[in-house]
């Protein structure tokens, strides 16, 4: 019985680059989209209005302590039962925004909440607005602090990505499906899976390890 054949890879090479492809796109979505909520996330968890803080802290509760799954398959099957269709890419890659955007708001309230309070008290004694006080003075300082941590949510969500074989959603892991059931060897289909997400993952790591080395001398 044959459980290794190095040309899969070969044979299947469109199949793997398509899904590659997708995976990427799935992620810089997700990525820009949970920064944003995120970033909405953290300035309501720390804003001066009770309702708002209340709103905020609920949010990332509420996801942070369900699975990634359930997220998805709300998108997925949920939505539309209430006549708001999506496929399988467009429900996998806002399943993940969502989720992950409530661990990257619990790192950018701490980047925020490192930031002297004498730096907020400034801004708004000058006439600022809250949200123009955190955006113009408190954010830029705090981005120096959650950069490393929002970096390994980054690696997170890349391989967290690969929910998206579940829902069709098209990606490496949906492709990688398709092949093992053609081809009957799962152990090189996903061995080349494997390189294909360290192709992302491992730079980003080295990145991040670089952010932190380098905030660590310029803290001292």
Known sequence: MVIWDSSVL??????????????VLA??????????IGTIIAILRI????????????YVEFLRNIP?????????????SL????????????????YTSSFIAEAIRAGIQAVPKGQTEAARSSGLSYVQSMWHVV?????????????NQMINL????????VVAGLDLMYYADLISS?????????????????????????????MERRFARSNA
């Open 47 to 58: 804003s001066p209005y009770r309702w708002l803080n209340v709103f905020g802290a609920a």
């Open 158 to 165: 890349v391989k967290n990505s690969a929910i998206l074989g």
């Open 182 to 210: 053609d081809t009957f060897l799962p152990i090189p289909v996903y061995t080349f899976v494997a390189l294909f997400y360290l192709v992302l993952t491992v730079p980003l790591s080295m990145a991040v390890h670089y």
């Open 68 to 80: 990634l799954l359930v997220v998805v398959f709300f998108f997925f099957l949920g939505l539309p």
């Open 139 to 151: 954010l830029p300082q705090a981005v120096k602090v959650v950069l490393p941590a929002v970096g």
């Open 27 to 36: 992620s810089l979505l997700a990525l820009i989209g949970s920064l944003i």
């Open 83 to 98: 006549g708001i269709p999506l496929d399988g890419f467009s429900s996998g890659t806002i399943g993940l925004m969502v």
């Open 10 to 23: 070969f044979d299947h090479w469109d199949r793997y680059i398509q899904g590659f492809g997708q995976t």
